[in-house]
């Protein structure tokens, strides 16, 4: 029976596309690095920047690139998202089941916490738990392992996480979580099902039913 429900932030709760892709192009731009096809710049929603980026910057340094990211960013680019249609009723529903819910997330919880305050989906989580900003939680794991501790006592088998990339469902198993996946996010074709996230969602309308919530056209997007 599912007790905590652990959901990632990007592509998962919000379409943050937008604004992170924006304050990447900036950065790029700042630094003198060559735009990305949009395909790389697809690839590059979810995991953290330090492994992804190195390989596309050349020889400039990664915490430049970091650096102008984050100027850009927390400005006022980071409220350039929206919440995907259907997730707030699931979020409301879950809370009136008694679900415990928490966020973990890869972007920094500087960012995160008051990116779910301005979706309004705060009062939903326990609490909302992200990277550090030195990187030093560079791992989908390691951000699970902080929001566990703090949530106390959990068993991994009344746990489940929700995210969209594999980086989500990799991070959820080292803790023996399993993972639904949410394909309405950033996941490449075919990335969930060779990850093994169980069951894969098409929309958050279907949440309700994986949580073991029932069918609600509420919540249906």
């Given amino acids: ?60 340094d990664l915490w430049d690139v970091i650096g102008a990211y984050r100027e850009h960013y927390g400005a006022g680019g980071m409220f350039d998202t929206t919440a995907y249609d259907g997730i707030g009723a699931v979020l409301e529903r879950a809370s009136a089941s008694g679900l415990r819910m928490a966020v973990a997330t890869s972007k920094p919880e ?49 746990a489940v996480m929700i995210g969209d990339r594999e980086h989500d469902v990799f991070g959820a198993r080292e803790h023996g979580i399993r993972c639904i996946g949410a394909a309405w996010g950033y996941g490449l074709p075919g990335e ?3 990850a093994g996230a169980e069951p894969i969602c098409a929309a958050p309308g279907e949440l309700a039913a994986a949580l073991g919530l029932g069918a609600d056209d509420a919540a249906a997007s």
């Fill in 110 to 158: 500087a960012y995160a916490i008051p990116i779910v305050e301005h979706l309004g989906f705060a009062d939903h989580f326990e609490t909302i738990g992200g990277d550090e900003k030195d990187g030093s939680l560079g791992t989908k794991a390691l951000v699970i392992d902080k929001v566990l501790r703090r949530l106390g006592d959990v068993d991994p088998q009344e």
């Fill in 192 to 194: 969930l099902v060779a």
């Fill in 1 to 60: 029976m599912t007790e905590l429900v652990l959901f990632d932030l990007d592509g998962t709760l919000s379409d943050s596309a937008p604004g992170i892709l924006a304050a990447l192009r900036h950065a790029f731009a700042v630094n003198g690095v060559p735009p990305l096809d949009a395909e790389t710049e697809q690839a590059l929603l979810g995991p953290p920047f330090y492994d992804s980026l190195p390989p596309l910057i050349g020889d400039v």
